[in-house]
């Protein structure tokens, strides 16, 4: 549900401060403490570096460049070789070493919170690269073949000069291929490999790309604006490129990643699921709550959280159960997985369903919020080479927000969670979350940027937010939301988890197939184990939200982890 993560997919928070090939940054001395230093020129030069440091970002990772609408990058990818990675590596520490070198003390409370940030995100950037996070750049949740396929849909097109950038991206996209390969390889040969269970199911969605010809292309997405755009006279000739480019160069590249991944990568799979088993896999576990969270708790301090949660969200739904006449949860459970009635049975049933929530709860903002995003909210089909996953996504864009919907096997997509999902991903989730923070006066790091535990913490919020003011006013939607809750906080987020039979044991009693469509229990319990570190971070960050408002909704501001700490945003206080 965040940007762009430049070298490979699996560089987290990497992905805001990404350096590729050329030379680190001339190192901006201005920027440091000097005597006699004002408080004017000590803002200025701060400024000046954080400048640097942002337009460094930009040349490197132009597909970022280009989904914000900076255009100077709009022909090229990112560099995502393994050789590029020395560089980079380079290019961040002397970032860090600049930034590093300023005077706190001189700077006003805003740039020395946006100093603080900036510090941390670069050495859990460095920290990244010496784990090699970037090494497994294949899933089938946002996998680089995903990624690259649906930048069609974040770049703008105004002009022709747009579409002849985008040609120039798309014939040298097989070079891009030939990178993730190469960088996959590394990761087989240092042992860092997803499971098998997620690496089987990346083919089929990469085939499901190759196999639409022309038009029908994923890539080809951009050309249902160029009647509006271009003149007419260059209309053909550019559909005519863009097209070629697909079927000559961007579908076999996909059909060459495809056979790698089929017939090499993914028989290599690592055995054990959890991230734990792979090389320096303590490091990396403790990495990845320290940059989820932005805390230093252990991953059993979590797992304690997790634990009180779900007892909690157990309580909650017992009571639902009984109110429903059913003796106990286990009972209630085993009827919402059985009953028809809860199932999608079209999917324009789905999509309307989606919008009724969105549109509800549209109508509640001004009520709740002093400031409420002026860009519009659209619900449209998930693309059909996304697969059967996620069931929903928000995708930001320099155009209205987008919630996009999974109608793929809608037989199998349970109506129960869409409220919950509506809220997540919609408003007051997602969209009220990023479309005001990209209008905050902050440097663009924090507009652009953001945390995991802020970003998903803030989603959770809002689906809490939705029980608060009264809506889920069907139990089985409120069920749905309780069931979401416990699928990402669920001990078997945790390594005690660690074999197939103890994780299905563990899973068993708080499990709802449903959430992610018709898989079976064990592949819905292994992948919440798959991305453990990080999905175990969203009861915490819930937690902290609620627990800091001053309000009586605990809610705190939609832009307080951007660095307002204001939560003057909530003005509605009880009905």
């Not at 690496?199 to 022309?214: N, T, Y």
């Not at 996504?393 to 109608?407: D, E, F, T």
Request: with cysteine.
């Amino acid at each position: 549900m965040h940007l762009l993560r430049p070298l490979a997919v699996g560089l987290l928070t990497a992905a805001l401060f990404t350096a590729c090939k050329p030379a680190p940054p001339a190192e901006n001395k201005a920027a440091t403490s000097t005597p006699g230093h004002t408080a004017e020129q000590a803002a200025k030069a701060f400024d000046a570096l954080l400048d640097a440091q942002w337009q460094h970002q930009l040349k490197q990772a132009p597909e970022f460049a280009s989904t914000i609408g900076d255009k100077r990058y709009n022909d090229r990818w990112s560099d995502y070789s393994l050789q590029a990675v020395p560089a980079e590596r380079s290019a961040v520490a002397s970032l860090l070493r600049q930034f590093e070198a300023v005077d706190a003390a001189a700077l006003d409370q805003q740039r020395q919170l946006s100093l603080q940030m900036m510090l941390g995100q670069l050495r859990d950037t460095l920290d990244g690269i010496d784990l090699k996070t970037y090494e497994m750049p294949l899933d089938p949740m946002q996998g680089i073949h995903l990624t690259l396929a649906g930048y069609s849909d974040s770049f703008l097109f105004d002009t022709a000069k747009d579409y002849q950038d985008y040609i120039k991206r798309l014939q040298t996209l097989p070079a891009v291929v030939d990178q993730v390969i190469e960088v996959s390889r590394q990761g087989a040969k240092d042992g860092l490999m997803p499971p098998p269970y997620l690496l089987e199911r990346v083919p089929e969605q990469i085939d499901g790309i190759v196999a639409q010809r022309g038009a029908q292309n994923p890539f080809a997405s951009p050309l249902e604006k160029l009647d509006g755009v271009v003149p007419a006279d260059q209309r053909d000739a550019l559909r005519k490129q863009l097209l070629e480019a697909i079927d000559q160069q961007v579908r076999p590249a996909y059909a060459k990643l495809s056979a790698f991944v089929r017939n090499e990568y993914a028989p290599q799979g690592r055995t054990q699921e959890g991230l734990w088993s792979l090389p320096d896999g303590e490091k990396l576990y403790q990495y990845l709550v320290r940059t989820q969270t932005t805390t230093d708790l252990t991953p059993e301090q979590i797992h304690q959280i997790g634990l009180q949660e779900v007892a909690r969200i157990e309580a909650e739904m017992t009571v639902i159960a009984k109110a429903q006449g059913y003796a106990d949860l286990a009972s209630f459970r085993k009827a919402v997985a059985a009953d028809k009635r809860r199932f999608a049975t079209s999917s324009e049933q789905l999509l309307e369903q989606y919008r009724h929530y969105v549109a509800g709860m549209q109508r509640e903002l001004p009520n709740l919020f002093e400031q409420v995003p002026k860009k519009p909210l659209e619900v449209e089909p998930m693309p059909a080479f996304q697969g059967k996953y996620p069931p929903a996504r928000y995708l930001q864009s320099n155009k209205p927000g987008v919630l996009r919907v999974n109608i793929s096997d809608v037989a199998h997509r349970t109506l129960i969670n869409v409220e919950t999902i509506a809220y997540h991903e919609g408003v007051p989730g997602h969209h009220l979350q990023v479309s005001l923070a990209q209008t905050l006066p902050f440097p663009p790091f924090r507009q652009q940027g953001g945390y995991n535990a802020y970003g998903e913490g803030w989603a959770l919020y809002a689906e809490r937010l939705g029980k608060d003011v009264g809506l889920y006013k069907d139990p089985y939607s409120d069920y749905g939301r309780l069931s979401a809750d416990s699928t990402r906080i669920h001990p078997t987020t945790r390594r005690a988890c660690s074999s197939k039979s103890t994780a299905t044991s563990c899973g068993q009693a708080s499990r709802w197939d449903t959430r992610w469509g018709n898989c079976n229990s064990w592949r819905c319990v292994q992948r919440r184990r798959k991305n453990s570190a990080i999905v175990s971070t969203c009861a915490h960050s819930i937690l902290q939200c609620s627990a800091t408002a001053t309000c009586r909704l605990r809610c705190c501001s939609s832009a307080c982890a951007n660095g307002s700490r204001r939560s003057k945003r909530i003005r509605w206080q009880n009905r």
